[in-house]
């Protein structure tokens, strides 16, 4: 298996660009789950899907973050407008869910700089 | 909300010792991953222990659920083990992860 794919890898935009961010889950694997990644926070949880269904998204910042799951092998997160603060390493991960006992494994990141 | 506390944070070390990383955390859980970050970025899943000990080759991470802490120990520590190493914890279902801050290990030929 390829692994969790994620594209861009690295992503430049400019203040007030709208940025989508793809990810494509292992196949077979029921959950999916979006993290960001700075050197003031940390790894954050974002949002996460089982099924398909968001379960949790409170951990999106704000409005202005929005993340879609339209199948089982696809996921975006969009930044409508971004702002320079948006810059962070964006993850994705996916498992297989459906115990308590869930190994997730994890896409490469896309670096995303806003200017 | 659970947090997870990590220490220490940064670790060097000269090749060869034995190293320990702790991480506590204060609410239960079903779970406990331990994760590596190398500079190149990428994250790799180490451990996921819900009780007890695991070993995979040098790495072996314990669990104390009553005490709410975790140990990583890598024997006979080597440069190719200078990454990142994080711990994370679980709820149950496919809850997503929370993270401690990670400890930045250097081990040094």
């Known amino acids: 298996d390829a692994g969790v794919i994620q594209s861009p890898r690295h992503e430049v935009t400019e203040m007030g660009q709208e940025v989508t961010l793809r990810c494509k889950p292992i196949s077979g694997h029921n959950s999916l789950f979006w993290y960001r990644q700075t050197m003031m926070r940390g790894l954050e949880l974002l949002i996460y899907f089982n099924n398909n269904v968001p379960i949790d998204d409170s951990g999106m910042p704000e409005d202005r973050f929005s993340a879609k799951m339209p199948n089982a092998s696809f996921s975006t997160l969009k930044i409508q407008p971004s702002e320079p603060r948006d810059s962070a390493v964006y993850f994705c991960a996916s498992s297989s869910g459906g115990t308590n006992y869930n190994e997730q494994f994890f896409g490469p990141g896309t670096r995303l700089t806003v200017l | 909300k659970n947090e997870v506390e990590q220490s220490p944070q940064n670790l060097t070390a000269q090749e060869g010792e034995f190293i320990t990383i702790n991480c506590s955390y204060s609410?239960?859980?079903?779970?406990l991953h331990w994760l590596q970050q190398h500079p190149g970025g990428g994250i790799v899943s180490l451990f996921m222990l819900s009780s007890g000990k695991k070993k995979h080759g040098r790495l072996i991470a314990t669990i104390n659920i009553q005490e709410k802490h975790s140990s990583l120990h890598i024997t006979a520590s080597h440069p190719r083990d200078s990454a990142v190493y994080i711990c994370a914890v679980s709820g149950g279902g496919a809850d997503g992860l929370t993270f401690g801050k990670g400890t930045h290990l250097i081990i040094q030929p």
């Open positions: 609410v239960g859980i079903s779970a």
